[in-house]
Nanobody
Framework: QVQLVESGGGLVQAQGSLRLSCAAS????????MGWFRQAPGKEREFVAA????????NYANSVKGRFTISRDDAKNTAYLQMNSLKPEDTAVYYC?????????????WGQGTQVTVSS
């Protein structure tokens, strides 16, 4: 079982920055693909960013490219999402997820989420 705990959310003005953290339990974090997703009120959950096991490959939703950066620190069992130039439309609950491949492809463990609110 993998436990993921997000932190770093909060209220920020437009054009501000936040850094989200996702701390993972277990000793095999370095073998997980990690992702960030978000869900705004009344909308479906959407993909934000992902980082490969090696950390050399990252993917981003078009809506956040150039503004958000995903990273990982395997020594700390932690993934990060640096969010710059925030916009009101970035307001959502942000979730981190781990693809451990234990249950086949796909994200199989999720955190509880952290609220990000961007005021205009």
């Amino acid at each position: 079982q993998v436990q993921l705990v997000e932190s770093g959310g909060g209220l920020v003005q437009a054009q501000g920055s936040l850094r989200l953290s996702c701390a993972a339990s277990g000793r095999t974090f370095s073998t997980y693909t990690m992702g960030w997703f978000r869900q705004a009120p009344g909308k479906e959950r959407e993909f934000v960013a992902a980082i490969s096991v090696s950390g050399r490959t990252t993917n981003y939703a078009n809506s956040v490219k150039g503004r958000f950066t995903i990273s990982r620190d395997d020594a700390k069992n932690t993934a990060y999402l640096q969010m710059n130039s925030l916009k009101p439309e970035d307001t959502a609950v942000y979730y981190c997820a781990a693809d451990t491949l234990v249950n086949g492809p796909g994200y199989d463990f999720w955190g509880q989420g952290t609220q990000v609110t961007v005021s205009s």
